[in-house]
């Protein structure tokens, strides 16, 4: 079995290799294969993936190549997990929006938008040369924003599916609350990418959310910065995403009073790469857990293991709606538990949705058709309407304000816009 990362420089991929050495049995993987246009970091990162795999015993086998058409040849499957424009990028997304008055954040807003817009073109080419080269192979896209670049994907005709480590670390959180294995919890997840709600928490098919909120609410809340007794009235876990939507004034100003997250990630990415450098190491560093990402290499794993061994299970994936949520157009793309087989992700049903949450994700959803049109289309009126459309933005003084700074920061990556 052949598995291409494209990104395979970025230092979150040592967390992935450590997956796929770990969990080799449902996911036997013979060539692992880390594609990337930086080779300074590549073959750091190659080097450390090869020890990781040798230390574990894994007797595949970890090629490094620049090239894109190479290293998807002849893949069963690849693992998209890019970021154009790399930290520098991520850092004036985080932050031009503040001088609006809005949150500056990679996924979400105005900065999420930006993203899109240097993202999906370049997603788009990657998969229409994996097609090319190699038909039958599966894309797992782990590049945010998950939801816009996953539809961009599907839209296109691709055998596509998205990822998201928000439910998986969940699920693990709420088992090692209630002292049970992770694969006794099941949830009732569900929403769009980066936005969604743990509705019930089922273990051996009993819904102990009650419970988890009874006696956890308190530290769930602290995780998630959000007032406890939000989540004890909801009676649900909002993703730690929500924040953004429930108090994004006080975000704003939090923002406004610190390093960005992607001046963090720089710091911490030139300490990991010192540390890959050790020809010593042979095993992902403790560091590694600051840098995000959590239990990402096991979501992988086990959807590619799904999708390639036929297994039928239900994860939490981002995938079609097809009348899932009934209020949502048929090619949305939602974040729902899904059974995941050779075949690709079907939703569960879904019970009905509460209005509360139906309609900010209807909401979300609009933006996020206006997003793709702008990121496939391009045009300075589409970013425009994206903006304005966006619950976070909605008014024109503050949507042309966003839509000039996005287009004066990104010119470097929009061919239209220069």
Not at 44 to 61: V, Y
Request: aromatic letters at 6%; proline letters at 5%; hydrophobic letters at 45%.
């Amino acid at each position: 079995m052949k598995l291409t990362v494209v990104g395979g420089g970025s230092t979150y991929t040592p967390e992935l290799v450590d997956g796929f050495a770990r969990l080799r049995s449902s996911l036997p993987v013979s060539e692992l294969v880390l594609v990337d246009p930086d080779q300074d970091r590549l073959e750091l990162i190659g080097g450390l993936a090869r020890r990781i795999f040798a230390k574990q015993g894994h007797p595949g086998r970890v090629v490094t190549t620049a090239n894109l058409d190479a290293g998807i040849d002849g893949a069963d499957a690849v693992l998209l997990q890019l970021r154009v424009g790399g930290q520098a990028a991520r850092n004036e997304d985080e932050t031009w929006p503040l001088e609006c008055g809005c949150v500056g954040q990679e996924t979400t807003g105005a900065g999420g938008l930006a993203k899109a817009l240097r993202t999906v073109p370049v997603v788009l080419d990657i998969a229409e040369r994996v097609r090319r080269t190699n038909p039958d192979a599966w894309i797992i896209d782990f590049t945010n924003p998950v939801g816009i670049v996953t539809r961009a994907l599907l839209s296109a005709g691709h055998k596509a599916v998205g990822l998201c480590n928000v439910a998986i670390g969940f699920q693990r959180r709420f088992a090692r609350l209630l002292g049970v294995s992770p694969e006794q919890v099941s949830l009732d997840h569900v929403g769009l990418n980066h936005l969604t709600w743990e509705r019930a928490v089922h273990v051996d098919g009993v819904d102990v959310l009650p419970k988890l909120l009874a006696e956890h609410a308190d530290s769930l809340a602290d995780d998630l910065k959000l007032p406890v007794e939000v989540l004890v009235q909801l009676g649900v876990v909002p993703s730690y995403y929500l924040r953004y939507f429930y108090a994004h004034d006080e975000v704003v100003q939090e923002l406004l009073t610190k390093p960005s997250r992607a001046a963090e990630v720089a710091a911490l990415e030139k300490q990991l790469l010192l540390m890959y450098a050790d020809p010593l190491l042979d095993e992902k560093p403790a560091l590694l857990q600051q840098r995000g990402g959590a239990y990402y290499s096991e979501a992988a794993v086990a959807l590619a293991s799904s999708l390639l061994n036929d297994t039928g299970d239900v994860q939490v994936v981002n995938t079609v709606n097809r009348g899932t949520l009934p209020f949502l157009p048929d090619d949305a793309v939602i974040e729902v538990p899904a059974v995941v087989g050779a075949d690709g992700a079907r939703p569960v049903e879904v019970a009905a949705v509460e209005p509360l949450y139906s309609g900010l994700i209807s909401h979300v959803t609009a933006y996020e058709q206006l997003a793709l049109e702008a990121a496939v289309h391009g045009g300075t009126e589409r970013v425009f309407n994206a903006l304005l459309a966006h619950p976070l933005v909605g008014q024109i003084s503050v949507a042309r304000a966003l839509t000039d700074k996005l287009l004066a920061h990104n010119a470097t990556y929009l061919p239209w816009a220069r």
